[in-house]
């Protein structure tokens, strides 16, 4: 008998420790000064590398703009990159100071679909109208403050495409992800007149009748993104089969009635080779119930690909405690998760002590 209670117990270790482990931070440039000087960066990576993280997922792509110098969106918008980093480049910084001392770098496609935040008048609208998306009352597509391009339109695709090629290029990069803007677009966009022709509708005033949330409009729209999201694996994977592809999209199903990400099926097609769902919760209760939830969805020979992803903060409303982040990680081992990401790194950097001492040699 106590042959078989080790047995079990070896087995348990192994379900958990399978996996490479992923112990990631978000880095912003929304809210943070991290990317606002070379010595910033390296004092934060010096700061997960203590914390005992393995991977930084930096933004590169916000609110329009890209954090480093894009010949892509210069020659699309005459805009070379976010004007608070010119004359610098953040990105090949990070990657510097990050593989220096053994910590891998994540180009963080943060806006995705999303061109701009509270900004109708965004530059991205202006010279390519054709590109935004639609609501079923024909107004611009906008969700809590984000405005939206029609994510089933060619242009768009092409131009995202094209950015993440240029960083795969161009840089020693590591991995690229994306997030719940990427592949995604809000369930109440794609009423724009080809979009429902396109789905079998006449158009018109018909748009209105189409139910944003009726089920098969809804797993139309999604399989036509899970379908970006397996050409962008493949455009990333053609040039370098060694960079990880990630995505981090909202809890599921939520994902899909809310921003078309099936990704279940991304997992189960074989273009996600990790994927961090955003399992944010503010105590210890709730995330349990979407770790058991999680275990229900995905089966258990692709649970290696599941990293959970952790809020730590939001704003100044909230701060996660390190007693609630150190619960967050026993429940992620407990349920066969061995890593998990943090929503996102100024919070880790007012926290005392490794997160995890074991792994500081």
């Known amino acids: 008998m106590r042959k ?15 996996q490479d482990p992923i112990r990631g931070v978000w880095v912003t440039s929304s809210g943070s000064t991290v990317l606002n000087s070379r010595q910033q960066i390296r004092e934060a990576v010096m700061q997960c590398r203590d914390q005992g993280l ?15 110098p894009s010949q892509v969106t210069n020659q699309y918008v005459g805009q070379l990159q976010d004007p608070a980093y010119k004359g610098r480049d953040p990105l090949q910084e990070m990657i510097e100071e990050a593989h220096a001392v053994g910590l891998r770098v994540h180009a963080w ?3 995705g679909f999303s061109y701009s935040y509270k900004d109708s008048l965004s530059v991205w609208n202006k010279k390519y109208p054709d590109w935004a998306g639609r609501n079923s009352k024909g107004n611009l ?12 339109h060619s242009g768009p695709q092409q131009f995202l495409k094209e950015l993440v090629e240029e960083i795969v290029l161009r840089y020693d990069i590591d991995g690229i992800q994306g997030d719940d803007r990427l592949p995604a677009m809000p369930s109440e966009g794609g009423y724009e007149a080809s979009t429902v022709s396109a789905y079998g509708n006449t158009g018109g005033d018909q748009r209105a009748a189409l139910d944003s949330k009726e089920p098969d409009w809804v797993q139309w729209r999604a399989d036509k993104l899970s379908a970006f999201g397996q050409q962008l694996y493949q455009l990333v994977k053609s040039h370098k089969p060694n960079c990880l592809v990630t995505w981090s999209p909202s809890i599921y199903p939520w994902s899909k009635q809310e921003y078309l990400q099936d990704w279940p099926t991304w997992l189960r097609e074989g ?3 990790y994927v961090f769902p955003q399992l944010y919760r503010y105590n210890a209760e709730a995330y349990e119930k979407l770790l058991k939830d999680l275990n229900k969805q995905v089966p258990a020979d692709q649970r290696r690909k599941i990293f959970p992803g952790v809020l730590t903060s939001l704003g100044d409303g909230y701060q996660a405690t390190r007693a609630l982040l150190n619960r967050f990680i026993e429940l992620n ?3 066969g998760y061995n890593g998990e990401v943090f929503f996102y ?8 002590g490794p ?3 074991d792994t500081i040699k």
């Open 355 to 357: 997160l995890y001492p």
């Open 4 to 18: 078989i209670f080790l047995l079990l117990g070896c087995l348990s270790v192994l379900s958990v420790f399978g």
């Open 141 to 152: 597509l906008q969700k809590n403050g984000f405005y939206w391009w029609n994510t089933l």
């Open 54 to 68: 393995t991977d930084l997922f930096m933004v590169v792509w916000n609110n329009g703009k890209t954090m480093f």
């Open 271 to 273: 273009y996600a080779d």
């Open 345 to 352: 790194y100024e919070t880790l950097n007012r926290l005392s």
């Open 333 to 335: 081992r407990a349920y």
């Open 109 to 111: 496609m943060e806006f």
